[in-house]
């Protein structure tokens, strides 16, 4: 009822971007011969991602991936086939996704990775093995999409997204900032 008369009073309810936003997992390129044809991802977990402008280097069936991606309910997949995401990381996977190891919850990490800016202002980090750490205390300075870093921290639970929660402790840059 309170969504019926938001509506009829011409106001626009947005959905609150979090961290959920953003996915990772590993899984193998598909093509789909609807519409022209286009490619997806059929992620281990069983879900089907759309990603729009996926790389070309990934453009062959049956390549393996590790991926992270900032999901898109504002779009819709062609044929309705997948669910739509920006891919923030993506790369050949060299293992099956059953020897991808995440570190437990509660425990240290020191990592190298790129910082990728997430759903709602917030930011991730993808380290160079995939794993996506959300900081609770990212300094501004570091807040740069791409930027590389080596950072440390303490480690919570990861999330149902899979994104791991770090306080970090140190973080350095790994090269120059463009």
């Not at 759309?50 to 997949?77: M, N, Q, S």
């Not at 093995?129 to 300075?141: E, K, Q, T, W």
């Amino acid at each position: 009822m309170l969504l019926l008369l938001a509506l009829a009073a011409g106001c626009v309810l947005q959905p609150v971007p979090s961290a959920e936003q953003v996915v990772t997992g590993t899984g193998t390129v598909v093509f789909i011969p609807r519409e022209g044809g286009f490619f997806g991802i059929a992620a281990d977990s069983g879900v089907q991602y759309w990603p729009e402008h996926l790389d070309p280097a990934y453009r062959a069936a049956g390549v393996r991936v590790i991926f992270t991606a900032r999901l898109r309910p504002d779009r819709v997949a062609p044929g309705q086939w997948g669910t739509p995401v920006d891919i923030i990381d993506i790369r050949p996977a060299q293992e099956p996704a059953a020897n991808i190891t995440v570190p437990p919850g509660d425990g240290n990490v020191t990592a190298f990775g790129r910082v990728a800016a997430a759903a709602g202002g917030t930011y991730i980090i993808v380290s160079d093995d995939g794993i996506p750490y959300l900081p609770a205390n990212l300094d501004p300075a570091f807040r740069v999409e791409g930027l590389y870093v080596v950072f440390s921290g303490e480690t919570g639970a990861p999330l149902p997204s899979g994104a791991i929660p770090v306080t970090i402790s140190g973080i350095a840059t790994a090269e120059p900032v463009p």
